[in-house]
Nanobody, 126 residues
């Protein structure tokens, strides 16, 4: 059974950092597209960052987080991370780990991702 479970959210002041983790089970991480979406109150979900399956270290990023967020993965431990630095109040959202595959791509649309975690709240205070 494919599962992704997020952890690591919390409350942080603007300019601070958080690292989100996504523990994947039931599949081989490198064979799936995997990444992060977020949804702020009253807004649509948006893709934050993701890897295509089998794409090494090439990652896609939302323009507003480029240079501040870094996605990484540990294939041996089937875990994906999102390091978030220089956080801003507008980064406040529920962050979701997503996966799709096997042998899939980093979909822009949330409707095309098959597996979703339960979400973790990130709140950035000003």
């Amino acid at each position: 059974q494919v599962q992704v479970v997020e952890s690591g959210g919390g409350l942080v002041q603007a300019g601070g950092s958080l690292r989100l983790s996504c523990a994947a089970s039931g599949f081989t991480l490198e064979n799936y597209a995997i990444g992060w979406f977020r949804q702020a109150p009253g807004k649509e979900r948006e893709r934050v960052s993701c890897f295509n399956s089998g794409d090494g270290d090439n990652a896609n990023y939302l323009n507003s987080v480029k240079g501040r967020f870094t996605i990484s993965r540990d294939n041996a431990n089937n875990t994906v991370y999102l390091q978030m630095n220089s956080l801003k109040p507008e980064d406040t959202a529920v962050y979701y780990c997503v996966a799709d595959g096997p042998w899939s791509t980093c979909h822009y649309s949330d409707r095309l991702w098959e597996y979703w975690g339960q979400g973790t709240q990130v709140t950035v205070s000003s």
